[in-house]
């Protein structure tokens, strides 16, 4: 198995949308206790000035910042932080790529919680074996302080092929990258944290394989999109 995917990133540079750019500075910011919890971001216009941008693209930075739950708006009031992300965010991702890997998770909940409620349904011995060694190899990279981005991927892969609908294999693979960025990231993170944390994360694939096995459909895929959904709040976690 390569471990290509293991390394450490060094931070390429994505291009990402102007709105995209706007978001992850104003989180390094926050990250950076320029704007510490509890504090009020400047108005929009002294944001739209400090960035150089339109009134609409800066809105649509913080309406992505609200619905990662990193600031709240109070009517009349503005913008208020509520969450301080952990620097470490900034270290693993590629630059540009937050506001993306985030978009990422949400069409992984959709596409990869109906895959395993079909995977609980069709899935055959064989099926069964992939997604087994593919949480056996992340209990021994647990143990053994790797990782994990390659086992993890392969179980979450093994699971949309259990489906036997090839268009959510297709969906999935066309995301590949996208995926893999994400899965660096919060792997990283939780590798920086306590073994606790890394207990916590494979309990919940533990949760998918158990529903899988039972052929609990729905089990399945509350189980997938939990997983999932955790996934995504747990980079913003901070401190």
């Known amino acids: 198995m390569s471990e290509a995917s293991d390394h450490m990133p060094s931070r390429p540079v994505r291009s990402g949308t102007l709105s995209d750019q706007v978001y992850e500075k104003i989180i390094a910011a926050i990250a950076g206790d320029t704007y510490p919890v509890g504090s ?6 002294a944001l739209c000035e400090e960035f150089g941008v339109s009134r609409p693209v800066l809105r649509q930075a913080l309406r992505q910042l609200r619905e990662d739950d990193v600031i709240q708006s109070r009517q009349g009031s503005g913008s208020y932080v509520k969450r301080r992300p952990e620097s470490a965010m900034l270290d693993f991702a590629p630059v540009g790529s937050i506001a993306d890997i985030q978009r990422t998770f949400e069409f992984r909940a959709a596409i990869e919680g109906e895959a395993s409620f079909l995977a609980a349904e069709r899935r055959t011995t064989t099926d069964l074996e992939a997604i087994r060694a593919a949480v056996a190899e992340l209990d021994r ?58 207990d916590l994360v494979q309990q919940e694939h533990y949760a998918i394989l158990s529903a899988i096995e039972a052929q609990d459909c729905d089990a399945a895929r509350k189980a997938m999109r939990d997983h999932i959904d955790n996934a995504r709040k747990r980079i913003f976690e901070g401190t």
């Open 40 to 45: 009020k971001l400047p108005t929009e216009h």
């Open 141 to 198: 990279c647990i143990r053994e302080g790797e990782l994990g981005v390659d086992a993890d991927e392969a179980l979450h892969a093994a699971i949309c092929e259990a489906s036997d609908n090839q268009y959510f294999v297709a969906a999935r693979a066309s995301m590949r990258e996208n995926i893999l960025t994400g899965m660096n990231l919060t792997r990283n993170l939780s590798l920086s944290k306590s073994l606790k944390r890394l």
